[in-house]
Nanobody, 116 residues
Framework: EVQLVESGGGLVQPGGSLRLSCAAS????????MTWVRQAPGKELEWVSS????????WYADSAKGRFTISRDNAKNMLYLQLTSLKPEDTAMYYC?????????RGQGTQVTVSS
């Protein structure tokens, strides 16, 4: 069974940074692209970023380019999302998914709130 456990969210001021983590189990992590999506209150799921199997290629939504960095550690079955220069509009529940630009939510997510 696919298990994805997100962590690292919190309350941060505008301009601040956070590092989100996703612990993966129940599938062959090194064989899957991985993705971060988010859902703001009252809005649909939004794709944020994806990364290829080896970690050499990353893709970002326009809203994330230049501010967010996706990475992975295949030895630890971990996915990360470094968030910088955070804005109030980044406030959302963040989820990791296995696949390329996939929206198959399996975890509880981690809440990011950007507010002064």
């Amino acid at each position: 069974e696919v298990q994805l456990v997100e962590s690292g969210g919190g309350l941060v001021q505008p301009g601040g940074s956070l590092r989100l983590s996703c612990a993966a189990s129940g599938f062959t992590f090194v064989s899957h692209y991985m993705t971060w999506v988010r859902q703001a209150p009252g809005k649909e799921l939004e794709w944020v970023s994806s990364i290829n199997i080896g970690g050499e290629r990353q893709w970002y939504a326009d809203s994330a380019k230049g501010r967010f960095t996706i990475s992975r550690d295949n030895a630890k079955n971990m996915l990360y999302l470094q968030l910088t220069s955070l804005k109030p509009e980044d406030t959302a529940m963040y989820y990791c998914t296995n696949g390329y630009k996939t929206y198959d939510i399996r975890g509880q997510g981690t809440q990011v709130t950007v507010s002064s």
